[in-house]
Nanobody, 125 residues
Framework: QVQLVESGGGLVQAGDSLRLSCAAS????????MAWFRRAPGKEREFVAV????????YYADSVKGRFTISRDNAKNTEYLQMNSLKPEDTAVYYC??????????????????WGQGTQVTVSS
């Protein structure tokens, strides 16, 4: 069992940066593929970024590629999402998630088993 708690969201202006953190409990954190999803007002939840259990492989949605960086520190049981050059369209609730069933990078929300409560990111123009 893994419990996830996100932090670091807030209100920023376009062009600013934010760093989201996801603290995980559970001894098997380092064995899980981790990802970030987001849900904007009135829209479906969408994939943002995913990282392998070792941190050696990552994959990003086209909309954030080159601006966002996903990383993890298995010694601290923490996952991060560094968000630079933020745009108003990045406004959403961001969710940290972990997969207990997939060892490969996956972008489908249905493949993830554990979810955090979400943290709000609002980018003003």
């Amino acid at each position: 069992q893994v419990q996830l708690v996100e932090s670091g969201g807030g209100l920023v202006q376009a062009g600013d940066s934010l760093r989201l953190s996801c603290a995980a409990s559970g001894r098997t954190f380092s064995r899980h593929v981790m990802a970030w999803f987001r849900r904007a007002p009135g829209k479906e939840r969408e994939f943002v970024a995913v990282i392998s259990w070792s941190g050696g492989s990552t994959y990003y949605a086209d909309s954030v590629k080159g601006r966002f960086t996903i990383s993890r520190d298995n010694a601290k049981n923490t996952e991060y999402l560094q968000m630079n050059s933020l745009k108003p369209e990045d406004t959403a609730v961001y969710y940290c998630t972990a997969s207990a069933r997939y060892a490969s990078l996956t972008t489908a929300a249905s493949n993830y088993d554990y979810w955090g409560q979400g943290t709000q990111v609002t980018v003003s123009s």
